[in-house]
């Protein structure tokens, strides 16, 4: 009985020592934007979803424990190159200027512009956008390559910027604007919540997700690559992404 008693206590005690040394982790700070279903979404008060899974898959395989801070989608970049948080993943697609700020690891994941209409929208392609006369009020949320795109396409004054993409889909459902530009996957989320809407079958613009990096960082650069590396071999990048985009179809 006494063996009994001191092995339970030895486990008593060694139980507390294993949460310690959870805690004692090194934290990795994601920066994100938690309104990008299935990319990243609120669940009650936590953040889910595929760059949520993924990161927390990345920070495991480095040792260390994942803190995730939501922010504006526009301020992601210029936290992480200034130190506020170590790795910005959203959605974010390489671009040449975002790459004057910070480096990005290699691709996890691909990504579709789509643009989403009103059901009797007279808006049936992408080229009825580019029509000649043509003077469409077009929907995106700010900063993202959604925004970069059709400002260039279209110039400032077709392009009405939001914080958030719900918010840019509210203004399609009101009326503000006649369509809006996003990610394919977000898209679909937001229009299965929104009757009347729908997604025209002309992609707008193909493109590669990344993780945003601090340029001087360039050894987590290399960890993050590795363990990205590693994911993908192991097949744990698919199943994520399967869990998600198969449940949001």
């Known amino acids: ?47 889910i979803g595929i760059d949520a899974e993924i990161a927390a898959a990345i920070a495991e395989k480095l040792g260390m424990k994942l803190e995730i801070v939501d922010m504006e989608f526009g301020a992601i970049i210029n936290a992480v190159a200034t130190g506020k948080v170590d790795f910005g993943m959203a959605g974010m697609t390489v671009t040449d200027e975002r790459l004057q700020s910070v480096n990005f690891s290699d691709s996890y994941a691909t990504g579709v512009q789509v643009i ?44 009405f910027k939001y914080k958030t993409g719900p918010d840019a889909v509210l203004a399609l459902t009101s009326g503000k604007v006649d369509c809006v530009v996003i990610d394919n996957e977000p898209a679909k989320a937001f229009v299965a919540a929104n009757e009347g809407l729908k997604i025209l079958e002309t992609a707008y613009v193909e493109e590669e997700y990344a993780i945003a990096i601090a340029l001087e960082n360039t050894d987590l650069l290399d960890s993050i690559n590795d363990a990205l590396a590693a994911l993908d071999e192991e097949g744990v990048l698919d199943a994520i992404v399967s869990k998600y985009i198969g449940a949001a179809e």
């Open 116 to 159: 989403i209409v009103k059901e009797d929208s007279p808006i049936a392609s992408l080229d009825d956008l580019h029509a000649e006369g043509a003077s469409y009020k077009i929907g995106v949320q700010e900063a993202t390559t959604g925004d970069i795109y059709c400002t260039d396409d279209f110039g400032e004054d077709a392009v």
């Open 1 to 47: 009985m006494k063996k009994l008693l001191a092995v339970i206590l030895a486990l008593c005690l060694t139980i507390p020592c294993f949460a310690a040394l959870a805690e004692d982790l090194p934290v990795l700070k994601m920066g994100t934007n938690a309104a990008f279903p299935p990319y990243e979404y609120y669940d009650g008060e936590t953040v």
